[in-house]
């Protein structure tokens, strides 16, 4: 078997205003790293205030700061796959409580917000 390396893949949710366009304020900076050697999906994300201007190099560097959530790449990529993309698959599997890390109540209370608002990924 040989070895793989592991691939990143860098996401980014905005709100979005009635009117379809694009808020400049706030946003979410997700990073998905595939580790296909061992099956799992390692997910870091990092979390733009409403009063700030979203900024996606400082996403991804304070996202890579922040815990790890590793999930199994399979059960991963079933939800992305019903659901429509990393993103839509992080959010349902974290509320549904099947994160092998640990969530903090604010940031369970954040996903599920942010489930439920009209975003544009």
Sequence with gaps: ????????????????????????????????????????????????????NFDKKAGIAHALTTPVRVFNLDLFQAYADQTGGFVSAYLHIASADVVTGTLSANERNLLKKMSAQQLVV
């Design 1 to 52: 078997m040989s070895y793989l390396a592991p691939v990143s893949v860098i996401r980014y949710v905005r709100p979005m205003f009635t009117d379809g366009k694009l808020a400049n304020l706030g946003g979410v900076t997700f990073v998905f790293t595939m580790d296909y050697n061992v099956r799992t999906v390692s997910v870091q994300f990092a979390i733009c205030s409403p009063k700030d």
